[in-house]
Every structure is written in C-alpha cells, then in structure tokens.
C-alpha cells in the first residue's frame, strides 16, 4: 500500500489515473440518477397522476440538486442549465392536463436547486469570505432589506418566491467561486448544456412558431400577455420552451456566444437554427445582447479564432437568409425590423419611455420601494401599483431595482457591481478561453439591462453565472500562482 502511494505521488500521472478510476463508479451513479430523475418525471407527466408534479417536481430537484453537488459538480451544472431550459415546458404540459394552476410551483423548480449548497458554503465560509467577495455581500444586504420591506407591504408567500428568484443565482455564483479549483471542467459542462439547449429549444421554438402545441396555445389563452401574439400558428412571438420571448432571446443570446467560441463541430448546426429562432422571438433586448457578446470575442479573440468566428456567422447568415424565403418568417421579420426606423410608431418603445416616466415619479412618493414580493403579486394580479411606480418590471433592470428596493438600495446594488465588474475583466485566468466567452455573456447582459431584469429572474441566472465563472478561473489563477512562488 504504501509501495503504491508513493508511486503516485512521484508520477502525477498515476496519481490522476488513480483518481478517475476511483471517480468512475461515482460519475457513473450520478448520471443514473440524472436518467431516473428524467424518466420518472416524463411517466409522471403522462399518467392520470400528473397533477402530482406540481407539488413533487420541485421536492425532486432539490434531492437530485443537493445528491450531484456532492458527487459531480459536472453534473450539478448540467442539471441545473436544463431546469432553466425546459422546466416553464413541463409547467405548460402539466398544466394543458390538469387545468391552469396558480401559484405555479413547478417553476421554483431552477432557482430552488442552486440552493442546496448554501449548506456547505456555510461550513466552509473563511473560503468563500474574501475581500473579492465583498460586492456581493452588499449585494445580498440590500435584498434583506428589500424582504424586510416587502414583508410590511405583500403576502409572505411572494416575498419569498421574489427572494428566491433574486438570491439563488448569487448563491450560484458563490459556489462557482468556492470551487475554483474545478471551475474549467464545470465550464464544460455548462457550455456543452448550452450549445445542445440552444439547438433543442430553437428546433422546439421553430416548430412553435409554424405548428403552436396544443399545450402552448392553452397557456396563451389563460394568461394576460398581449405582446406574444395569438395563440395560432405564425402570429405568435416565439418564445419556445421558456416563460417569455425575452426570457427565450437572452437564453439564446448566451448559447450563441457559448457556441460561437466553442470547439463543439455541432455549434454548425446550433447557431443557424438559433439564430433564426432568437430573430423569432422579436425580442430587441435578445438581440443587443448578442450582438454585443459576439463583438466582444471579436475584439478579444486570437486572429485564428476570429476568423473561424467570422466564418461560423457567414454559414449561419446564410442558412438565415435561405430560411427568410419562407412568406411567413419574411412577413413577421419585416414588420418588425420596419419598426426599428421609427420609434414613435414602435408602441413597446414608447411604453418603456412612458414607464420610466413613471417610475422616477414614484421616487417622490415612496422612496423606500416596495420590497420584494411586488413582481409576483403583480403578476398574479394581487396588488396594483399605484402612486406612480412603474407597473412592467419586467422590461428594465432599473424598474426593477428601484420599485423593489427603492433609492437607497437600488443605489448599493448598482455600485456594487463596479467592483465586480472590475474583477471580471482584471486578472489572468486559468482557462482563457472560458474567461472571454463569460466576460462575453456577462458584457451581453448588460447590454439588455435598460431592455429586460438581468439582476434577477431566469435572466439573473445567466448574468450571475458569468460573474460567478470570471471570479472564479481569476482567483483560481492567482492561488496557483501563489502555490508556484512558494
């Protein structure tokens, strides 16, 4: 026995193989329980029993969230970028059986299963409470505050779905960091979920948009959303397997950049056919936030990598161009990109101008905000802002920031993120190539920031994950470095 450890520790090699193969068997279980979790889920979904999702579903994830994160990272980023794709389907589906249902539980679903590793990011806190980590510290404050607020103005229940939405992806990005040391092979695994999301939900958007699923047109008709369309083929904004065209543009916008700076040869394949179903979702926001992520690796990449960008978009552009002689993409395209050359004719933009008009006039009636737990009671249509505040928090980051945590929070919240900034484009990286194409997300969602919420919400999740990704290959860096001194 000893003969052996000594072995190892001599031949690096030996060592590294001995550690995979004793990490087979637990890899091996991981993804077994990645393939039951599927398949109990898809039977449930298909039996008289469905109904027992709604409440089960959420119960299963967290089990499933908390077993792969002490077992396979890999896999916990894997299943958690799946949640985020396909869970408002399963709501959809769910729902097309048993009947409309509010709350809708199953949608806790992605944000619940990035908590499980609170638990240990508590025991272990003197590796996670670093002076790097401090903005997020600020962050997390003011959305005690904004809780504190909310509780004296909203049902405890909205409070704490809003402050699951807010604080789960920070959690998220605390775990990145905590696990530095693994950061590139967890990479990995998000950008592969990333590049096959992106293909399945633009092949299931496409088809939403020429076929509308029985289960898509029933939610269509159940919920108040006037500016996705009708419920029939071809009039619809696409918004595929996820909650909101934006939701679906920003969720695209980030698989674009992913497949862009990707080695995956099916990136061919996926960026074509996201392209067109991100052009379909007609979500402006979406795609500033892809033109400015894919103009950063431009300026970032080496000239090898440029050119092989150059040429993956001219493909795709023109798979894009044969795909806009259909009479029905062409005809939904050009009324929309007609009212790009005149904004006063464009009503979503003169309503987001009337709404900050708004929201700012609400600053004189309460300063404070009104806490969280305002957007989903204002969602479900228990509470009506008044006094001047903004009622469409879902179209800019600043509405959303200043109704629920007011000036003096929203004001911590946003000069918090200098310094985070500051740390994600300083500093070398252990995986370049992971770092630019994070900084490129990250460099995407703020782009859309005064045209979507991407603090918080499904979109928090990804703006979040690039930070979480860009602190942790730079720290990782710098404790390697530090080791090598010594």
């Known amino acids: ?16 193989r001995t550690q995979l193969l004793q990490g087979a068997p637990r890899r091996s279980n991981c993804r077994w329980a990645l393939i039951a979790f599927a398949l109990v889920t898809v039977a449930l979904l298909w039996s008289p029993a469905s109904n027992v999702l709604l409440y089960i579903f959420p119960v299963m994830t967290v089990l499933l969230a908390s077993y792969l994160y002490r077992n396979n990272l890999a896999d916990y980023v894997t299943l958690v970028c799946w949640l985020w794709f396909l869970t408002p389907l399963l709501r959809r589906m769910v729902d097309y059986h048993v009947g409309f249902a509010r709350p809708a539980l199953i949608l806790l679903a992605p944000p619940l299963a990035l908590c499980p590793p609170a638990i240990w990011l508590f025991a272990g806190w003197r590796k996670v409470l670093r002076p790097y980590t401090a903005p997020m510290l600020c962050v997390l404050a003011t959305y005690v505050y904004a809780a504190f607020m909310g509780v004296l103005n909203f049902d405890p229940r909205f409070v704490f779905q809003d402050l699951l939405t807010w604080a789960a992806p920070v959690i998220f990005a605390f775990t990145l960091i ?3 040391d693994q950061a590139p092979e967890m990479f990995r695994a998000l950008e592969k ?3 096959y999301g992106l293909l399945a939900v633009s092949v299931y958007g496409i088809a939403q948009f020429f076929l509308m699923p029985a289960w898509d047109a029933f939610w269509m008709g159940r919920i108040t959303m006037d ?21 679906l543009a920003s969720f695209l916008a980030t698989g674009l950049i992913a497949a862009f700076n990707s ?20 979500a402006r926001s979406g ?7 894919i103009l950063y690796l431009l300026w970032k990449l080496p000239q090898r990598q440029r050119f092989q960008l150059v040429i993956a978009g001219l493909v795709a552009a023109v798979a894009l161009i044969f795909a806009l002689q259909n009479p029905d993409l062409e005809k939904v395209l050009s009324s929309r990109f007609d009212s790009l050359s005149d904004v006063r004719k464009d009503g979503s933009f003169m309503d987001r101008v009337y709404g900050y008009q708004l929201l700012f006039g609400g600053f004189l009636n309460n300063p404070f905000g009104l806490g969280m737990g305002v957007t989903p009671a204002v969602e479900e249509a228990k509470f009506v802002i008044r006094d001047g505040w903004n009622s469409d928090l879902q179209d800019s980051t600043v509405a959303t920031v200043m109704t629920t945590m007011g000036l003096a929070g929203g004001l911590v919240l946003v000069f918090s993120f200098f310094p985070i900034a500051r740390k994600v484009f300083r500093g070398a990286s252990v995986d370049i190539v992971a770092t630019h194409t994070m900084q490129a997300v990250f460099i995407a969602m703020m782009a859309e920031a005064g045209l ?12 979040w994950t690039s930070i979480g990704f860009c602190m942790a290959l730079s720290i990782a860096d710098e404790e390697f470095n530090l080791r090598w001194k010594r």
């Open 1 to 16: 026995m000893s003969a052996i450890t000594s072995a190892e520790s001599s031949f690096p090699a030996i060592a590294e």
């Open 178 to 180: 905590h696990h530095r």
């Open 193 to 195: 979920a990333f590049i």
């Open 227 to 247: 500016s996705i369309g009708n419920p029939r083929p071809t009039e619809v904004r696409v918004f595929s397997s996820m909650n909101a065209p934006q939701t």
């Open 263 to 282: 080695r995956f040869r099916i990136r061919f394949v996926a960026i074509p056919v996201g392209l067109l179903c991100l052009a379909l979702s007609l």
């Open 287 to 293: 795609w500033v936030a892809a033109a400015a992520g």
């Open 452 to 463: 979507d919420a991407v603090v918080a919400t499904p979109t928090g999740f990804l703006t």
